[in-house]
């Protein structure tokens, strides 16, 4: 043999040597066997298959915490108590985890790898969250930059509280090569069991509303999963300040629907605040025009930012906090019970929550899901 | 160009599913370095500033949050322009907290989209006449002079800031 190969050949022969040893080792080292998860003080117990992360693991087994990064530990939606000794927290779940919650062990299951039984806790309410599939039924544009999508689901039925949401998954596409989901709150009213409908507003760059606006049939297949959230309308005789914009309309199109066809309306205020920049960007005016005029105690102030001139706009005008605190003032009066509901971005929640404030609606009685 | 190490896992940390889904080279299949030294040639020729181009685009992002997730007309802070330019921002929000592929910081996950307010809406291509960057995209340019790859959603292309927002 050449002098010179064999230099080559050696190395080649050592890494291959090193390699086996490294997936013999692997696979003796990482294999956990099957280990068992206690949730809830024993309300579930789950033999799994051990080395993967809590939160795959648990999806398997179609119990679903809500995520939005696919597990990357990059949104911190995947919280969950876990009560075994697991060692310290990591370093990408501390920057999601409030002194409280890290005293409290509270974790992300994305970081939490399956490598011993565990004892965990997780909201009850996620033992009902299914995953379905569905097929698009419609897609309707609203706007330039929102579609409304019926999904009908294969023959099943979903249950679920006005104000709640479901998670769309996205499938690997373009030169996106995973899949991943987004939350997005239903449309739809609980009655219209067979079907789910969103308000997807197209955000530049974004991987779930690109999909939907520019690669989603009518026809095709999808899966939802859901339902989750706690945003709904509270039992009290309260009357409701409701604030949203853009596709924020989405669970308050769900729960004004539902109030209307349960009779629930009948005795509840409800002022529905709805701002958009033009009025290209407004949609379901006429809808909601109509249902307000068939509940006297309904009240619907559609408001825009920056109307243009030929739009010939005579409703309100300017941020929809300034229309909010203008109306509280001098419209609905500080004296009898409000409580907030609030859908948009962190932005205009917290902007929004400020008005209330200072407008006398405590912080407890101001009901909103942030998504972001 | 040699990479340096720091590049080499800087590049790792931004293929598509480690950081993010889409990662942050899009379709561009130069090493780190070489998308750096090219977009820095380019700058120069523009006459681009990365810290002016940083603050500029942090200025839009701030201005943009007034309007609570709708889109805000911006006027410019560029005051030798008469008129002064006029700019559609809309900032939004996004879950959680995205590192930094260099591991020098971690950033709130948002999203700001920059064009002309004379633009019909609707009308506007990502990447071609429309910016679209976040908290993430202004430190790599500014501490980093990364760009981002061709391709990728939030790159800000040279020749695109130097005609919407220094023309």
């Given at each position: 043999m050449?002098?010179?190969?064999?230099g080559?050949?050696?190395?080649?022969?050592?890494?291959t040597?090193?390699a086996?040893?490294?997936?013999?080792?692997?696979?003796?080292?990482?294999?956990?066997?099957?280990?068992?998860?206690?949730?809830?003080g024993?309300?579930?117990?789950?033999?799994v298959k051990?080395?993967s992360?809590l939160?795959?693991?648990?999806a398997?087994?179609?119990?679903?915490?809500p995520?939005?990064?696919?597990?990357?530990?990059?949104c911190g939606?995947?919280?969950c108590?876990v009560?075994?000794?697991?060692?310290p927290?990591?370093?990408?779940?501390?920057?999601?985890?409030s002194?409280?919650?890290?005293?409290?062990?509270?974790?992300l299951?994305?970081q939490?790898?399956?490598?011993?039984?565990?004892a965990i806790?997780?909201?009850?309410?996620?033992?009902?969250v299914k995953?379905?599939?569905a097929?698009?039924?419609?897609?309707?544009?609203l706007?330039?930059?929102?579609?409304?999508?019926?999904f009908a689901?294969?023959?099943?039925k979903?249950?679920?509280?006005?104000?709640?949401y479901?998670?769309?998954?996205?499938?690997?596409?373009?030169?996106?090569?995973?899949s991943?989901?987004?939350?997005?709150?239903?449309?739809s009213?609980?009655?219209?069991?067979k079907?789910v409908e969103?308000l997807v507003?197209?955000v530049?760059?974004g991987?779930?509303?690109?999909w939907?606006h520019?690669?989603?049939?009518?026809?095709d297949?999808?899966e939802?999963?859901?339902?989750?959230?706690?945003?709904?309308?509270?039992?009290?005789?309260?009357t409701?300040?409701?604030?949203?914009?853009?596709?924020?309309?989405?669970?308050f199109?769900?729960?004004l629907?539902?109030?209307?066809?349960?009779g629930?309306?009948?005795e509840?205020?409800?002022?529905?605040f709805?701002?958009a920049?033009?009025?290209?960007d407004?949609?379901?005016?006429?809808?909601?025009?109509?249902?307000?005029?068939?509940?006297?105690k309904?009240?619907?102030?559609?408001?825009?930012?920056?109307p243009?001139?030929?739009?010939?706009?005579?409703g309100?005008?300017?941020?929809?906090t300034d229309?909010?605190?203008r109306?509280?003032?001098?419209?609905?009066g500080?004296?009898?019970?409000?409580?907030?509901y609030l859908?948009?971005?962190?932005?205009?929640?917290?902007?929004?929550?400020?008005?209330?404030?200072?407008?006398?609606v405590?912080?407890?009685?101001?009901?909103?899901?942030?998504?972001a | 160009?040699?990479?340096?190490?720091?590049?080499?896992?800087?590049?790792?940390?931004?293929?598509p599913?480690?950081?993010?889904?889409q990662?942050?080279?899009g379709?561009?299949?130069?090493?780190?370095?070489?998308?750096?030294a090219?977009?820095?040639t380019?700058?120069?020729?523009?006459?681009?500033?990365?810290?002016?181009?940083?603050?500029?685009?942090?200025?839009l992002?701030?201005s943009?949050?007034?309007?609570?997730?709708?889109p805000?007309?911006?006027?410019?802070?560029d005051?030798?322009?008469?008129?002064p330019?006029?700019?559609l921002?809309?900032?939004?929000?996004?879950?959680?907290?995205?590192?930094?592929?260099?591991?020098?910081g971690?950033?709130?996950?948002?999203?700001v989209?920059?064009?002309?307010?004379?633009?019909?809406?609707?009308t506007?291509?990502e990447?071609?006449?429309?910016?679209?960057?976040?908290?993430?995209?202004?430190?790599l340019?500014?501490e980093?002079h990364?760009?981002?790859?061709?391709?990728?959603?939030?790159?800000?292309?040279?020749?695109?800031?130097?005609?919407l927002?220094f023309s």
């Open positions: 050449s002098p010179i190969l064999i080559p050949l050696t190395v080649a022969g050592l890494s040597v090193l086996l040893v490294i997936a013999v080792l692997d696979k003796f080292l990482n294999n956990y066997g099957i280990l068992k998860i206690d949730i809830n024993g309300k579930k117990s789950l033999d051990g080395g992360a939160l795959g693991t648990l398997a087994e179609n119990i679903f915490v995520s939005a990064c696919g597990g990357r530990g990059s939606a995947c919280k108590k009560l075994t000794d697991i060692g927290h990591l370093p990408t779940e501390l920057p999601f985890l002194p409280a919650e890290m005293a409290a062990n509270v974790h299951a994305c939490v790898k399956v490598r011993q039984n565990l806790e997780l909201p009850e309410e996620l033992f009902s995953k379905f599939a097929s698009v039924e419609r897609i309707r544009d706007t330039y930059d929102i579609k409304e999508i019926r689901l294969a023959g099943e979903i249950e679920f509280s006005p104000g709640q479901v998670q769309l998954v996205v499938p690997p596409y373009g030169d996106i090569r995973e991943v989901q987004r939350a997005y709150s239903m449309s009213r609980p009655s219209d069991s079907y969103l507003r197209l530049p760059g991987i779930a509303t690109t939907t520019k690669f989603l049939k009518e026809g297949r999808v939802l999963v859901g339902p989750f959230g706690e945003f709904g309308v509270r039992d009290t005789p309260a409701m300040l409701c604030v949203a914009g853009g596709s924020g309309m989405a669970p199109k769900s729960i629907y539902h109030m209307q066809e349960t629930d309306w009948a509840k205020e409800i002022w529905y709805f701002g920049r033009t009025a290209k407004m949609f379901y005016l006429d809808e909601l025009r109509a249902l307000s005029e068939a509940w006297p309904f009240h619907f102030v559609p408001a825009l930012s920056e243009k001139p030929e739009e010939n706009w005579t309100e005008t300017g941020l929809i229309v909010l605190d109306y509280i003032k001098e419209k609905i500080k004296t009898k019970p409000l409580e907030g859908c948009g971005s962190p932005g205009m929640i917290n902007a929004c929550i400020n008005v209330m404030k200072k407008n006398g405590t912080e407890d009685k101001i009901y909103y899901d942030k998504f | 160009m040699k990479n340096a190490p720091k590049e080499l896992r800087a590049h790792d940390m931004m293929l599913g480690v950081l993010t889904a990662g942050f080279l379709m561009d299949e130069r090493p780190v370095g070489d998308i750096i090219e977009d820095e380019e700058f120069a020729e523009l006459k681009l500033d990365f810290d002016a181009v940083a603050d500029k685009l942090a200025y992002r701030d943009g949050e007034a309007g609570l997730g709708e805000v007309t911006v006027r410019d802070i005051a030798m322009r008469d008129p330019r006029a700019l921002v809309q900032t939004g929000d996004a879950r959680g907290m995205l590192p930094c592929p260099y591991g020098d971690l950033y709130h996950k948002n999203g989209s920059v064009r002309s307010a004379d633009m019909p809406p609707g506007c291509v990447g071609e006449d429309m910016l679209v960057f976040s908290d993430l995209s202004i430190h340019l500014r980093h990364f760009c981002q790859g061709r391709g990728s959603p939030f790159r800000l292309d040279a020749s695109l800031i130097a005609k927002l």
